[in-house]
Nanobody, 124 residues
Framework: QVQLVESGGGLVQTGGSLRLSCAAS????????MGWFRQAPGKEREFVAA????????YYVDSMKGRFTISRDNAKNTVYLQMNSLKPEDTAVYYC?????????????????WGQGTQVTVSS
């Protein structure tokens, strides 16, 4: 079992930045690909970004490319999502996710574990 705890959400103005963190525990963190999803009010949960076990391979939804950056620190069992140039449409609950496996490359993640989510609100 893997436990995932997100932090770093909050209220930010349009054009601002936030860095989300997700602390993992329970299993060997470097045995998992990690990712971020989000769910806006009234919408389905959508994939945002993923990173492989070593951090070498990353994958983003096209609309996030250039604005969001996913990274990980295996020594700290933590994955991050740096979000810049935020827009009101980025308002959502952001979820951390983990997929077992040391994949050399990642795409859209099909997670085995989910965090509880952290709220990000971008005001116009």
């Amino acid at each position: 079992q893997v436990q995932l705890v997100e932090s770093g959400g909050g209220l930010v103005q349009t054009g601002g930045s936030l860095r989300l963190s997700c602390a993992a525990s329970g299993r060997t963190f470097s045995n998992y690909a990690m990712g971020w999803f989000r769910q806006a009010p009234g919408k389905e949960r959508e994939f945002v970004a993923a990173i492989n076990w070593s951090g070498v391979s990353t994958y983003y939804v096209d609309s996030m490319k250039g604005r969001f950056t996913i990274s990980r620190d295996n020594a700290k069992n933590t994955v991050y999502l740096q979000m810049n140039s935020l827009k009101p449409e980025d308002t959502a609950v952001y979820y951390c996710a983990a997929k077992a496996g040391r994949y050399s490359r990642v795409g859209v993640l099909n997670p085995d574990y989910w965090g509880q989510g952290t709220q990000v609100t971008v005001s116009s």
